[in-house]
């Protein structure tokens, strides 16, 4: 089992930028996919990045390509969600979650999930 917690969430400005953390602790972090996920009040939790094991493959969805960056330090036990030229509809709370298999980009696929950190961006 692993245990995540998120951090780095608050309030900015359009066009301003954030890093999201998320510390894994319990079994090693290596062994699992990654995925960072948001939910804005009255919508479902949608998919927002995911990287592999290695970190050699990442995956972002189409609304956050080019603005937003996902990595991991295994070593750290640590990944990461920067996020530059945020937008007001990027408002949501942010959960990272970790899987060992299954899809990338389907909530139902991520075994354990942080608690989420709040991102409000103003206009």
């Known amino acids: 089992q692993v245990q995540l917690v998120e951090s780095g969430g608050g309030l900015v400005q359009a066009g301003g930028s954030l890093r999201l953390s998320c510390a894994a602790s319990?079994?090693?972090?290596?062994?699992?996919?990654m995925g960072w996920f948001r939910q804005a009040p009255g919508k479902e939790r949608e998919f927002v990045a995911a990287?592999?094991?290695?970190?050699?493959?990442?995956y972002l969805a189409d609304s956050v390509k080019g603005r937003f960056t996902i990595s991991r330090d295994n070593a750290k036990n640590t990944g990461y969600l920067q996020m530059n030229s945020l937008k007001p509809e990027d408002t949501a709370s942010y959960y990272c979650?970790?899987?060992?298999?299954?899809?990338?980009?389907?909530?139902?696929?991520?075994?354990?999930w942080g608690q989420g950190t709040q991102v409000t961006v103003s206009s």
């Open positions: 990287i592999g094991w290695s970190a050699s493959n990442t």
């Open positions: 979650a970790a899987k060992i298999g299954g899809g990338i980009r389907d909530t139902i696929s991520y075994n354990y």
């Open positions: 319990g079994r090693t972090f290596s062994m699992y996919f």
